[in-house]
């Protein structure tokens, strides 16, 4: 479902990291951050950090 790279930056969301955070520990810019995210909410059908979150908890999305 999700590619790799959408995992690790998933993995970082769920932890309250910030964009630039995430950015930085990945060494990706923020505009490919906001990219990765904007996929994964497209394939997670949600709308939000904490929808995501709650359902990557609930479904155990990895």
């Known amino acids: 479902m999700l590619t790799k790279r959408e995992k690790d930056v ?5 932890l309250g990291k910030k964009n630039r ?16 995210i904007d ?12 929808e995501l979150a709650v359902k990557a908890v609930r479904e155990n999305i990895e």
């Not at 998933?10 to 769920?14: P, Q």
């Not at 996929?39 to 904490?50: A, Q, T």
């Open 10 to 14: 998933l993995k970082l969301l769920i």
């Open 39 to 50: 996929h994964i909410y497209e394939k997670c059908n949600v709308h939000s950090r904490v």
């Open 21 to 36: 955070e995430i950015a930085e520990l990945l060494c990706i810019t923020t505009h490919t951050v906001k990219a990765h």
